[in-house]
């Protein structure tokens, strides 16, 4: 009785381990099919609502295996790679002639126009109004994952490589962006900006430096990115250190690499709202829009809180400006920098009763109230023809370099006029503590070449509406 008593139990046994067992190697069948197959773009959200953003814009699944060697579009067809896309092999930018840069005024930084322009830039901005114009160096570039996918017009992005340990890493990233992010390899013009302390030495011969095998892991453009900048070496950190970043070269490189008539002028970690392009494109079509020569739309920034996902519009904005998860950039940081929005009055449509709500709910841009009470100091990312005043590049590093282009764009009589319900975002909620010491000697530096500038503005105007020189009269 015990023996036949203990029989059921032991054919139950076995059934709950050949089930076990088969389910594991359903499971692993299934995980080797998901990594080898094609990565697709997940360019919303999660629905939680502290989805981290590295999750935007990023592949769901990986790299293709490394016996596929074909690329997908966006249809799903198969086709060949881009001769010298390679990654960590052939140099990507092969056909560079490092002796031909075009020279700054002061032959400080030699530049190199449409150094890699994607598959579909030529094309797309022969349609478009709209380019958005941005910039960057090797250790923020990943920022352009996530840009690239929440803007589907042309882009122009202005990199700095300063000298050959830079420019070789810099081709590393750039072959693994276009080779995970079809977007990045199909509509982003790459010129290129190197510094007369540093320049480039490669002539195009196939060298690189060693280093270990960079990771093919598309799901991470931020530790790709990480990995690399670790190998920078502590003499070229040294460098760059002692040698200010030349942001307003950078713009106007990115901004004459625009093919067309607007320009949307950005940094590199500044994230467009969903659909702006679109939304610029149609507000842009109207006819009282193109019989304004002087005019700059301005597109309101917010900071958001790192934990939270992106909105997807702007009522989800004001939800987490209501929370605290959102604030206007550098409210806390420096409050002058983009108080003449006026972002009090930009929220007032979000409510149903507001006359122009119906804006709000289908995304249609429109002019929800010009600046006022324009002041110095004031920066917005805006977008305008590529006819407005350029950034004038003695401003090097942090300080006086966004606004001194604006206030010359006010002296000149531009009018900045706020959209909505388009918002640009910026990752992190940012404070006094966390900005380095090293701003603050750069910006003592760019105030002084200021009080030179704007008496030549005013030479060139004959207008000071601000009263700036006030105190020498």
């Not at 002796?99 to 126009?113: C, E, I």
């Not at 900071?303 to 992106?310: I, K, N, S």
């Not at 950039?329 to 709500?357: C, E, Y």
């Not at 004038?392 to 706020?418: I, P």
């Amino acid at each position: 009785m015990v023996q036949l008593g203990c029989r059921p139990w032991n054919l139950s046994l076995v059934s709950v381990i050949v089930l076990g067992l088969t389910n594991m190697l359903l499971t692993f069948l299934l995980l080797q099919s998901e990594s080898c197959g094609r990565y697709r773009f997940l360019v919303a959200s999660a629905p939680e609502d502290r989805t981290p953003p590295a999750a935007i814009g990023r592949p769901v699944a990986k790299q293709p295996c490394p016996e596929d060697t074909t690329s997908t579009d966006a249809t799903g067809q198969e086709g060949e790679e881009d001769e010298g896309d390679t990654y960590g092999g052939e140099q990507l930018l092969q056909k560079l002639d490092v002796r031909l840069g075009r020279w700054d005024s002061r032959r400080l930084l030699q530049a190199f126009d449409a150094a890699l322009v994607g598959t579909q830039f030529a094309e797309l901005s022969s349609r478009a109004r709209v380019c958005l114009a941005t910039q960057s160096s090797l250790e923020k570039l990943g920022s352009l994952v996530q840009v690239v996918h929440q803007w589907t017009g042309p882009l122009s992005v202005a990199l700095y490589a300063a000298g050959d340990e830079e420019f070789d890493l810099l081709q590393r990233y750039l072959a693994y962006l276009r080779r995970c992010y079809e977007p990045i390899r199909q509509r982003v013009n790459f010129s290129l900006a190197v510094p007369r302390g540093r320049p480039l030495l490669l002539r195009g011969s196939g060298e690189q430096r060693q280093g270990p095998q960079d990771s093919l892991d598309c799901r991470r453009p931020e530790g790709t990115l990480a990995e690399l900048v670790r190998r920078l070496s502590a003499e070229q950190l040294s460098w760059r250190s002692r040698n200010p970043y030349p942001q307003n070269h950078m713009r106007n490189l990115a901004r004459k690499n625009c093919q067309s008539e607007y320009v949307f002028l950005t940094d590199v970690d500044i994230v467009p709202s969903t659909n702006l392009s679109r939304q610029l494109e149609d507000f842009l079509a109207q006819p009282e829009q193109s019989r304004c020569e002087r005019c700059a739309y301005v597109v309101p920034t917010y900071e958001l809180d790192a934990r939270v996902r992106f909105p997807q519009n702007k009522t989800e904005l004001a939800r987490l400006a209501r929370k605290g998860l959102a604030r206007p950039f550098h409210q806390k940081v420096f409050i002058h920098n983009q108080f003449a929005t006026n972002f009090t009055r930009w929220m007032l449509d979000v409510g149903p009763g507001h006359a122009s709500h119906e804006n709000v709910r289908t995304g249609r841009a429109y002019v929800s109230h010009e600046v006022t009470n324009f002041e110095f100091l004031y920066e917005p990312f805006y977008v305008a023809r590529d006819v407005a005043p350029p950034h004038d590049e003695r401003f090097m590093g942090y300080g006086y370099t966004r606004n001194t282009q604006v206030y010359e764009m006010y002296v000149a009589g531009y009018k900045f006029k706020v959209l909505s319900p388009t918002f640009t975002v910026h990752w992190g909620l940012q404070t006094r503590k966390s900005r380095p010491a090293w701003r603050e000697r750069q910006n003592s530096l760019n105030r002084k070449h200021f009080e030179v500038f704007k008496k030549e503005v005013f030479a060139r105007y004959t207008r000071d509406p601000l009263k700036m020189l006030k105190s020498h009269n």
